[in-house]
T-cell receptor, first 112, second 114 residues
Framework: QKEVEQDPGPLSVPEGAIVSLNCTYS??????FMWYRQYSRKGPELLMY??SSGNKEDGRFTAQVDKSSKYISLFIRDSQPSDSATYLC????????????WGLGTSLAVNP | DVKVTQSSRYLVKRTGEKVFLECVQD?????MFWYRQDPGLGLRLIYF???????EKGDIPEGYSVSREKKERFSLILESASTNQTSMYLC?????????????FGSGTQLSVL
């Protein structure tokens, strides 16, 4: 079993829809959680960063962490065609182990 | 604007060739990383470096080596390229300390080994 599971999609939604992207994980020691966005033929870019549990909002994006369920989510409100990309989750434990564990990414297409 | 620059976008090499992939960052970051990205396998860490002349193996270092002679430059070397090293190679950098997981990536090098 992989430490981080992420549905690869593809996910196709109409413009303006609310999008929910998710990752589950098995290691309860993970404390730092990230969402990266990767456009086609580009490197990933950091979108959201959260520590431990709770929500974090940035514009149309909300990152949610539920440590009791070992589940993280990224919500995109009022989705735009420019949001079409692959979204990767990543996480790591606290302490000196700095290794990031990555999900495989979910491909999202927002149709005008 | 922060920048991680990889020397080539596309590269085609022959089996057995020695291949150099170069990466330069202009953000004075302490940490630099080399990943490869393959469909169905995701991002896998090859090597990373937390300081000049320092290097540590990632998850898949076999067949690769690295060099970091200057803070801004991190090179990935394929000593004898093989077809199973055909992949997208991504370089990344980050600040040291607690925020090292906030990675800045280059645009990648798509390497084909024939």
């Amino acid at each position: 079993q992989k430490e981080v599971e992420q549905d690869p999609g593809p996910l196709s939604v109409p413009e303006g829809a609310i999008v929910s992207l998710n990752c589950t994980y098995s290691n309860s020691a993970f404390q730092y959680f990230m969402w990266y966005r990767q456009y086609s033929r580009k490197g990933p870019e950091l979108l959201m960063y959260t520590y431990s549990s709770g929500n974090k909002e940035d514009g149309r994006f909300t990152a949610q962490v539920d440590k009791s369920s070992k589940y993280i989510s990224l919500f995109i409100r009022d989705s735009q065609p420019s949001d079409s990309a692959t979204y990767l989750c990543a996480m790591r434990r606290a302490g000196n182990n700095r290794k990031l564990i990555w999900g495989l990414g979910t491909s999202l297409a927002v149709n005008p | 604007d922060v920048k991680v620059t990889q020397s080539s976008r596309y590269l085609v090499k022959r089996t057995g060739e020695k291949v150099f992939l170069e990466c330069v960052q202009d953000m004075d970051h302490e940490n630099m990383f080399w990943y490869r990205q393959d469909p169905g396998l995701g991002l896998r860490l090859i090597y990373f470096s937390y300081d000049v002349k320092m290097k540590e193996k990632g998850d898949i270092p076999e067949g690769y080596s690295v060099s970091r002679e200057k803070k801004e430059r991190f090179s990935l070397i394929l000593e004898s390229a093989s077809t199973n090293q055909t992949s997208m190679y991504l370089c990344a950098s980050s600040f040291g300390g607690a925020y090292n997981e906030k990675l800045f990536f280059g645009s990648g090098t798509q390497l084909s080994v024939l």
